[in-house]
């Protein structure tokens, strides 16, 4: 078996996810690359070498830059906040080490696009981790639309809808809170959990060509962590938009993190013209499809349980009828990570390239939140 050596900064929230990921892949996925858990990053030294030593991390270091000049790291994960994304990625880049970033890629399109062309006229694998396209149920109905299951499509609906920042006496920035400054985050809701609609929408349905927006922030003022001072809350907590796809079909998408009794409620739905699909990310394992072609009398929506070995990626668990979860997502994102790295394998999505065209999306969304006006979106 071929090594991959692993270096990971950040070891937050995703640092956990990636690095569980890492445990596992070789275990259940039958590759020729292993990777190998050889460095993690952060700033906290006491901290760092904890996570370390908990996720089975050879060694750590307190300096990114230490971490990319290092011989013996072949790929770099990047899970810190968005506003370090591109610096990290580009010196990775330019040191030849493959690049594995977070989402969203970048604070903004200018930054995405030196990523790509630094990854690209490079050559170096890359990839992002839009980890909810891993899904098995996800990507089943990836597979059913491919099949032209769903015929000619009309409409795409998805939501993502949050409650944890309703309480006006919530921080923004620092540790844990950096999603609400939008100095270390870019957006808010936009960048954050629409990014993840838009990506999930593309890939199953083709280019978005323009997009209509309403942004707003409820809550306009907030402590801030790392100076001590109330400032101007600068994200967008909530944002719904309509937009139109290359293909001629009608979305509608919306998130808020002011949904009180909603956690990560990301749902979408899509209506073709011969069946429907809708999916819940609270009831990930299920795909609910309702066909028009069906017998009459027993037409109706099915709920299926994507959980048999002919269904995506479940040939690799348990047995039939046995659910995965969140975490099994990171765990199919680097499964194919590694697999693209094998001769003539074709390149992983969703790439820099496919994640910079997310990125285009949110900004011509946030763009029109201001203009309010239809907004085109660039690079389609
Ligand atoms: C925010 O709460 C968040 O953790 C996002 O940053 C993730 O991308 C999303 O998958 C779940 O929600």
New binding site residues.
């Given amino acids: 078996m071929k090594k991959l050596n692993i270096g990971l900064i950040g070891y937050g ?2 640092g956990r996810t990636h690095s569980n990921a890492y445990r596992q892949v070789s275990q259940f996925f039958d590759l020729e690359y292993q990777p190998v858990m050889k460095a993690v990053c952060g700033r906290t030294e006491d901290r760092v070498k904890a996570f370390a030593d908990n996720w089975g991390w050879q060694s750590y270091e307190t300096d990114w830059r230490k971490l990319i000049e290092r011989d013996d790291i072949d790929a770099v994960d990047i899970t810190t906040p968005n506003n370090s994304h591109c610096e990290i990625a580009k010196a990775a880049a330019e040191k030849g080490k493959m690049v594995l970033c ?2 969203p890629l970048a604070l903004n399109p200018e930054q995405g696009e030196e990523m790509v062309k630094i990854v690209e006229d490079k050559g170096l694998a890359n990839m992002v981790w839009y ?2 396209r891993f899904v098995p149920a996800v990507t089943l109905a990836k597979n059913l639309i491919d099949d032209d299951k769903l015929g000619k499509i009309f409409h795409y609906r998805a939501n ?1 809808l ?1 409650d ?1 920042t309703i309480s006006p006496d919530l921080p923004q920035g620092g540790e844990g809170l950096w ?1 609400l400054d939008a100095e270390a985050a870019g957006s808010g809701v936009t960048g ?2 629409l ?2 609609c838009i990506d999930t929408a593309i890939w199953l349905n083709g280019p978005i060509t323009t997009v209509t927006a309403m942004t707003e922030t409820f809550i306009k003022e907030r402590k801030h962590n790392l100076t001590g001072e109330v400032q101007k809350v600068n994200i967008d907590d909530a944002c719904a938009f309509l937009a139109r796809f290359a293909n001629g079909s009608l979305a509608i998408f919306e998130s808020t ?1 002011y949904a009180r009794g909603h956690k ?1 409620l ?1 749902t979408f739905e899509i209506n073709g013209e011969n069946a429907s699909i809708s999916w819940d990310l609270h009831d990930l394992q299920r795909l609910s499809y309702f066909d028009y072609r069906d017998e009459s009398a027993t037409r109706g929506w099915r709920s299926i349980h994507v959980t048999d070995s002919d269904h995506p990626y479940m040939d690799k668990w348990w047995v039939p009828g046995l659910n995965i979860g969140y975490e099994h997502t990171f765990i199919h994102g680097i499964a194919g990570f590694l697999k693209s790295l094998e001769e003539g394998q074709k390149p992983m999505h969703p790439s820099f390239r496919d994640a910079l065209q997310t990125q285009y999306i949110c900004d011509a969304v946030l763009k029109s939140g201001v203009s309010k006006q239809w907004e085109e979106v660039s690079g389609v």
């Fill in positions: 929230f995703m977070e989402k980890n909810y993502f949050q944890w999603r954050d959990l990014a993840h993190r990560a990301y």
